[in-house]
């Protein structure tokens, strides 16, 4: 698979697929946000495909396509990319963003420090174990 990346409308059309974890343009077509034609969402459907990012089965006369890349995957090599380019790299300033910029709320900070607790525990119980 190519490195991820996916345009504004690829990431909807994706988003769709992640949704309903298959789809034919059509049905794509029906649960966009933004009005496409048709032949429009095929083009991006088929570029996905050419990426490796979506495969397709024939269903009848139309294509039934399906995510082959999932969302986690594309979510942190996307979040990664943007991270580096407007960030300089730094996920703190990511963070500092996110907290002043866009008023984060403080019930939002509190659930955002349960889950690194979490987790930071997790990491510390499978490293004890041995990194399994």
Known sequence: MDEVVLGDRELDV???LWATGSATVAEVREQLPVTLA??????ILRNLEH????????????????PQLARKDARTTLLGRLVDKLFHGSTEQ?????VYDKKVSSRDLTRIRRKLR???ERRSRASARGGR
Not at 57 to 65: D, K, N, V
Not at 94 to 98: G, R, S, V
């Open 38 to 43: 048709y032949t429009t969402i095929l083009t």
């Open 51 to 66: 990426k490796g990012f979506v495969s397709h089965e024939t269903e009848g006369r139309a294509h039934r396509y399906m």
């Open 94 to 98: 990511l963070l500092a963003h996110l």
């Open 118 to 120: 979490a987790d930071e």
């Open 14 to 16: 994706m988003g769709v």
